[in-house]
Each structure stands twice: as C-alpha cells, then as structure tokens.
C-alpha cells in the first residue's frame, strides 16, 4: 500500500472523504534509521516503511526539516516526533492518519522547537502562550505513582505540597500563594476551586485517571479571573484513542500496585473502544486504593515521656475512582465530548487533615491507648467528589475565523463527619455531625480567529464564562438539642457560612505576531456577586451584633500584556505584566460570631489586587554532546505586588489601640462591632527560578532552583506595627534528577531528589506581639529526601503489552517536617511503591 500525497486541489475533498473510507493500519512498531531532511520525504519513508496510509498536503510540508530517528517507533509516536515544530497536526482517522494545519493560535509559528519531552511550554515547543507553563505527561505521572495530586506536583520548581501526608490533607502553594482561591483547578475544563473548608485539601482527584497535568504560575492567563494570583493546575483525563494500540478498535487495560508503607493496595481496570470508522470512542475506568495507617521514620516526641509509635493510627486510605467518557466525531469539524468522573472515600480523621493530633499523655492513659485517644478526637468521613464535563467543539477546516469551544461543566465536593457517641466534639470542631457541600456550574463559550493584516498575524481569542459556585453545611450539636437561639443544635457553624457566588465574565486576547516578536494584549472584565445564606441559629443571624447575609456586588477589569521574541531557534526571551483582582470568598464575606466586640459579617471589604511582571529566557541546544541530544534551560524572575489583601480581623482593631496598648471596648469603640475580615496593607512577592532538562538517547536529567521572598507592610495582627516577614512563603529549594536509558532491556532507571532549605523566616522575627505567632508556619529544619525509579515496558516479543514500574520515596528513610507543614504533620517514611499493568 502507497501514501496518498494530494495536493492542495485535492486537500478539502480528501478531507471530506475520510470518514467513509476505512484503511488498514499495521499495529507493530517500525524499525527506523532516518537522517534529518524535509518533512515531506520523512513522512514518505515513514508510510512505506510501516505501510501506513498517511493523508498530507505536500505544499504544506515545504520549509519544515524533520529530525532524525534511529530505532523502533510506534507508528503514532513516530509521526509525532516528525511533526515537532512544525505547525501541522496529526489526526488518526478510521484507522489511517491525517496531518493538516494547526487551527492553534497563529504565534505557534513563532515558537522555540525544543525537540523532546520536557516539562518546559507543552513539552514539545515554547511560544507565546505557553512560556510561563510547566506540563507534566502520562509518563511523568506514571514514574512518580503518587497517591494524590498535590504530591505529584510537589517537584516542580516553585510549586510546593503543604498540609500533610495524610489523606485528603493537601494543598498546594505556587509561588507564596496557597489558598483554594488562589491556585484553581479545572478537570476537563471543569471548575475545581471551589473546597475552601478550613484545615482541609483542596483537590481530590485520583492521578490514576489523569492524562496530562500543566501547571500555569502566576496571574498571567487572561482565562483565569476572580483569583488565580498563585496560578492555575488544568488537568485533563485519559481518552480511549490515547489507549488504543495501532491498527486496534478495542482494548482493554488491568493494573496492580502495591506500596510497601502503608500496604496500600492499588486495583486498576479499564475497557475502551471506538467504532470502525472512528465516529465514536469511549472508555470507562476503574480504580481502587486501600491501604493500611501511614508508617514514619521515626516516632513523634512531645517530651511527656511517651513516645507516639511509627505506624501512626487513623490515616488508613480508602478510596474508589471511576471515569467514563465518550467522544463523538460526525465530521472532521464537529465534535462531541462527555465526562463523568467520580472518587469516594472512607476514612478516620480528625477535623484538621492538614495536621496531625497528638492526644496528651493523660488522654492515653485515661483511655487505655493511644488509639482510643484519637477515637474521641475523629470522625469518620466519607467525601464523595464527583464532576460532569461536556464540550462541543466546531473547527471547520476552511474557515480560518471560527473555532468554537463550548463548554459546561458541573462538580460537586460531599464532605460528611459523623463522631462516635462517646467522641469528643466542639462549636469549632464540627460537632457531632457536620455536612459540608461544594457545587459549581461553569459555562464557557471561547472562539479562536486567525487572520493577518498586512505584515501582522493574528491569533485572537475571544470568550464568555458564567460561573455559580454554591455552598452548604449543616452541623449537629446535641449539647445545644434544648436551645432555640441555636435551633435545638441544628445549624450552621459561624466560621463556616453558606451561600453563593455568581461570576458573569468575557476576556479578548489578539496575539500579535510580525516576524520573531509575538505582542499579546489582553483585557478580561470580571462581575461577582456573593450573596450569604441567614443561619439557621438566631445567635448568629443578629443584626444588632452586624449579623448581615445581603448580597455584596464587585466588578472591575483585568489587563494584561505578554512579548514573546524568538531572538533565534536556540533563544527565546519573554516578559508579562498583569493586573487582576479577587472579590472576597464566602467565608470572608459572612463568617461571624456572638461577640459585641468584633463578629459582624465583612460586607465592607475592598476587592483584594494583584500587580505582577515575569520575565525570562528559554534556550534549546540540540546536538550539544551527542548528536540527537538536547538541553533547555528555562530561567525566570518575577514580582507580585498585592494590595487591599484579605485577612482575619484579630488582635489591634484600630491606630489607637496600636500607639496606646490599650483594649479594643476603648481605644475602638467608635467602630464596634468589628467585622471578622479586614483589608490589611501591601504585600510584595518576588522570587527567580532555574530549570533545566536534558535527554538523550541514553541519558535524560533535570535541575532545577526555586526561591521566593515575601514581605507584609505592617504586621498581620497589627497594621500598624512594622513590617514583617510575608507568611506561607516556602523556602528554598532545589531537585535534581538523573536516568538512564537501557534500550537493549526496554528499561529506564533513574533517582531524584529534593533540597530543601529551612524556614526562618516568619512573621513574628519582626513583631512578637499581639498574637503574630499565629501566622507562622511551622518550623523545619533543612532537609533533603531522595526517590530511585525503575521501568521496564517491553517493546517487542510476548512481554510487549507488559509494563512493570517501581518507585522507592524517600530511599534513605528520613524522618522530617515538611516545609509549610499542618501542626506535627511529618513525612511519611520509606515507601517501595511498585505497578504492574498489562494492555490487551
């Protein structure tokens, strides 16, 4: 069989033919030895050697050199590799490929090729849009086998896991920045930023499911609006095609891990298909973690002559992940996608999972063991984490002006604490019940035109958002069953009102291009509405103590504006400025409380702002020890000035209670009551990063720096006093990895590690009074933990649906506190975490 080489005459009725015709695709991996030359002979090498049939327009191929292969390929990977820097795209139509032009944004062209995968832009080239992204792959996730996101993360520079080890306790911090409102998440284009519950993660998806993680730092995507000043996580689920072997309209997929420190059990399993002629694919998965309580390095001593054992009770995981999806395909410029995604665990905890209890010794001895101290003090808790994405997508092939995206989307976080009868429960540890629901609804419509006037190119992006983020609680409190003011125990807790806020949003982006230099302004326009939910109990539902749920409007615009310049193929330079702001988040706007004093709802507060600039460079060196290697180094510097910032109302309430050390009732009385938030003074983020990968055929390693500095006018709890250390600031870090490759054995082995410098910089180094303790982060020391990584996946003979993966963390068993760790909130000791995973 012969490639079909038409030309431009036949191009739209090739096209519009593909989805009658059905090719015969031959499934095992080629054996190639190609020099670097046009794009067009490589392509016709390539379908001969494999018998593909491969769908081009050779006019469109003219001035594109493909790079070199030597060795087997996998049909698809091949034709990828061989694309790379180009501004075409593959298709895999009823069994046979298509390769026509990107309908990306027309600055692609002006993009830096970096010829391997990296975690630097997309992983195969850097541009205008993608420079400030850093983007992990099926591999990179696979390598690591972590058990939730944040841990996964936890490895690129300037992006740090905070909270703890234990189940459902991370967060994630970029760049100084780490609450829910400041580093959303989406999956499949679905909100995932709305879990604000206090002392709790963020995100709770299973990285099993995931296909591609990218991470983008800072304010700078015109996308993101209402928040977002740490950066964005966009995470995007597996897809049948993306299982699929060559030649193969079924598979199926079993998986078994096993990690050594918890006995954790890992259960995977998945069937996906697509019909004859590639109209419709789906896949469902299914995946189930259950382990045993988390083992440390060494045992937690408070001095009471106790010491707490390794195996630290009430951290078991049990977990069920399910994913179904479907795609469909009536034309090559209409298609169809669905999404349903669900996790559900069980687990022991505490009301804080971020932290670690540690009972008293009285309590261990008042009990009779450690573990009947922590059942008094836990809950057991079901979290359900379900999410609907569907999307519509419209790129018709000879309208350069139209590429629709519509998108809606919908998730839920169900988080239910139920104690024992005879646990111990407070006002501010979620009673004896406590039910806590996230929803949010998101609709998008986004269009993409690509024209050029005059010498200038065009990639404008225009679109609308709607967002409606809900939450509701309900807490039980039997000690109150004979108290109307607080509804016979049945309400909500005061630091944990509901309510909803709807977000009404439209942004336009023209990235300009004229030769090597890519402009890209942007203005986005963002109208919040938050509105409160009364309490169920009289107390606090009390205008005379400020008791006020009406709803509170913001709006206002966001600039932004972005230069790419290609100074040439190996160089890149690039700078950001952005502008935004952040309504306050429900718990800001309606926490309240009782007292006369301070208590009030917040509905006075300024919106929070944010001015930042980044800047940077991106080199590639290809061939710079042997031939086909490669080496980018990313550098980057940036600085964030953030005002009006959002915060506890605690401790000095006025400038005369700061200058006379008196009380509250009369230095402030003019002013009382209080609200519970305020807006403090400016607070300034700065930082500089280095990264850098390389990869050869035999060879691949990274290295990367990160520092943040953080600095607050005035103090935390007192505006007035001097300026401090910024809080949540993490410290130094470095990691550093090296591989090896060994293609006579399909193996790939490898370590990687992590330096991290202590903390010593907190808010009370400068101001010990008034409570500014509180708002330290918890003190480590410098540490530094090590991983090694092994992976055989056979390529050819019997073996070769075959793929075993072992990751050992923390190789030398190092027993430490995390940097921005929750209270006691240590490391997890050694952990041999192995897979096993077969494709049929």
């Given at each position: 069989?012969n490639?079909?080489l ?15 015709v ?14 670097m ?5 490589s ?20 001035g ?5 292969l ?9 034709l ?27 600055s692609?062209?002006?993009?830096l ?5 990296t975690?630097v ?8 849009a993608?420079?400030?992204?850093s ?12 058990g ?11 992006v ?22 400041d580093v959303?998440?989406t ?27 990218e991470?983008e ?8 609006g ?7 996580v966009h ?23 096993y ?14 298909g697509?019909?004859e002629?590639?109209?419709f ?23 009471e ?8 009770p009430?951290?078991?995981q ?15 410029e209409?298609?169809?996608?669905l999404?349903y ?7 022991r905890?505490p009301?804080?999972a ?10 261990i001895k008042?009990?009779g ?39 809606y ?9 139920t104690r024992?009868d005879d ?5 501010t540890?979620?009673g ?8 949010d ?45 607080y ?22 982006q ?24 009364p ?7 009390n205008?005379?103590?400020?008791h ?10 966001s600039p ?7 100074v ?12 935004s ?12 409380q009782?007292s006369?004093?301070?208590?009030s709802?917040s509905r ?13 460079a ?16 990313r ?24 200058e ?5 009732s ?7 009551p ?16 280095i ?6 055929r ?14 607050h ?5 007192n505006p007035w ?14 990691v550093a990895m ?7 054995l399909?193996?790939?082995?490898g ?12 808010p ?8 500014e ?13 090590h ?19 072992l990751t ?17 909130a240590?490391?997890?000791g050694?952990?041999?975490?192995f ?6």
């Open positions: 069989m490639p079909c038409p030309r431009s005459a036949l191009s739209r009725l090739t096209l519009s033919l593909l989805a009658a059905s090719l015969q695709l031959q499934a095992a991996p080629i054996e190639l030895s190609m020099p030359q046009p794009l067009a002979s392509l016709t090498r390539l379908a001969q050697a494999g018998q593909l049939q491969i769908l081009f327009d050779e006019a469109q191929t003219h594109f050199t493909a790079p070199a030597q060795g087997r390929y996998e049909p698809e990977d091949a990828r590799l061989l694309l790379q820097g180009s501004n075409l795209e593959l298709i895999p139509v009823n069994q046979g490929f298509v390769i026509r032009p990107q309908s990306v944004p027309a692609t062209d002006n993009s090729t970096l010829q391997t995968i975690v832009g997309d992983g195969l080239e850097v541009n205008s993608n420079v400030g992204r983007t992990m792959g099926r591999r990179d996730i696979e390598r690591q086998q972590a939730n996101v944040p841990e996964l993360l936890q490895t690129l520079p300037g740090s896991m905070t909270g703890s080890v234990k189940p459902g306790g991370q967060r994630v911090n970029i760049w100084g920045l780490g609450d829910a409102e959303p998440f999956l499949d284009g679905a909100n995932k930023s709305g879990f604000e519950r206090y002392q709790q993660g963020t995100i709770f998806i299973e990285p099993e499911l995931i296909k591609s993680v991470v730092k800072g304010p700078y995507s015109a996308l993101t209402n928040g977002g000043f740490g950066g964005t995470m995007e689920t597996r897809d049948a095609t993306d299982m699929l072997k060559p030649g193969r309209n079924t598979g199926a997929f079993v998986k078994y891990g990690q050594s420190n918890d006995h954790q059990q890992i259960y995977t399993g998945s069937v996906f697509r019909t002629d590639g109209m694919d789906g896949l469902y998965y299914q995946s189930h973690r259950d382990g045993d309580d988390i083992k440390f390095a060494g045992h937690i001593d408070l001095g002559r106790y010491r707490y054992p390794k195996r630290y009430s951290t078991a049990n977990q069920d992940s399910m994913l179904v999806k479907g795609n469909f395909h009536p034309t090559l209409h298609s169809f996608g999404t995604s669900r996790s559900k665990s069980n687990l905890t009301f804080a971020t932290s670690f209890v540690v009972p008293s010794l009285y309590s008042k009990y063991s450690l573990e009947a101290a922590l059942n008094r003090l836990t809950s057991n808790r079901e979290l359900v984490d379900t999410t609907w994405a569907g999307k519509y997508q419209y790129q018709p092939v000879d309208n350069p002006l139209l590429d629709l995206e519509l998108t989307s919908y998730s839920s976080t169900d988080q239910t604490d024992d646990a111990y429960f407070g006002l540890s979620g004896k019940y406590m039910n806590t629901e996230y929803t609804r998101m609709f998008e419509a986004r269009n993409i035109s690509l024209f050029d006037t005059g010498m200038l190119a065009h990639e404008v992006t225009a679109g609308l958002q709607w967002r409606e983020h809900k939450r509701s609680v309900l807490m039980h409190y039997p000690n109150y069953a004979d108290k109307p003011e509804n016979f125990g049945w309400f909500q807790p005061y630091f944990m009102p509901a309510g909803e806020q709807r977000v009404r949003s439209i942004y336009f023209d990235a300009i291009t004229w030769k090597d230099v890519t402009i890209t302004p942007s203005l986005r326009y963002d109208h919040v509405r938050n509105q409160g939910k309490n169920l109990a009289s107390r606090y539902n205008p005379e103590r400020g006020d749920y009406r709803s509170v409007t913001y709006a206002g615009w932004r504006l972005s230069i790419f310049w290609r040439n193929q190996k160089l890149g330079l690039f700078a950001d400025y952005a502008s702001w952040r309504a306050p988040v429900l718990d800001e706007q309606y926490e309240v009782s006369s004093t301070w208590g709802s006075g507060l300024d919106a929070e702002r944010i001015r930042g600039v980044r800047t940077g991106v080199v590639s060196l290809p061939d710079l020890i042997t031939q086909g290697d490669n080496l980018q180094v550098t980057t510097l940036f600085r964030h000035r953030i005002s009006d910032e959002i915060f506890k109302f605690r401790s000095i309430a006025c400038q005369a209670q700061s006379n050390g008196g009380r509250i009369e230095d402030c009385a003019d002013l009382l209080l609200s519970n938030y305020r807006n403090l003074g400016d607070l300034t983020i700065r930082g500089a990063e990264e850098s990968y390389y990869d050869s035999r060879v691949f390693a990274s290295l990367s720096y990160s520092w943040t500095e953080g600095r006018d005035g103090a935390y709890s006093g001097p300026n401090v250390w910024a809080r949540d600031i993490p410290p130094v870090k470095w090296l591989g090896l490759k060994l293609p006579e399909d193996m790939q082995v370590w990687q590690g992590e330096f991290v410098r202590k903390s010593d910089r907190q009370s180094d400068r101001y010990d009074g008034s409570g303790r509180y708002w330290d982060s918890y003190a480590n020391g410098s540490y530094d933990v991983r090694v990584f092994a992976d055989w996946s056979p390529r050819s003979g019997q073996l070769a649906d075959l793929s075993v993966k050992v963390d923390n190789i030398f068993n190092r027993f430490y506190r995390p940097a921005m760790s929750g209270d006691n240590y490391s997890q050694r952990n041999a975490k897979s096993v995973s077969y494709a049929f």
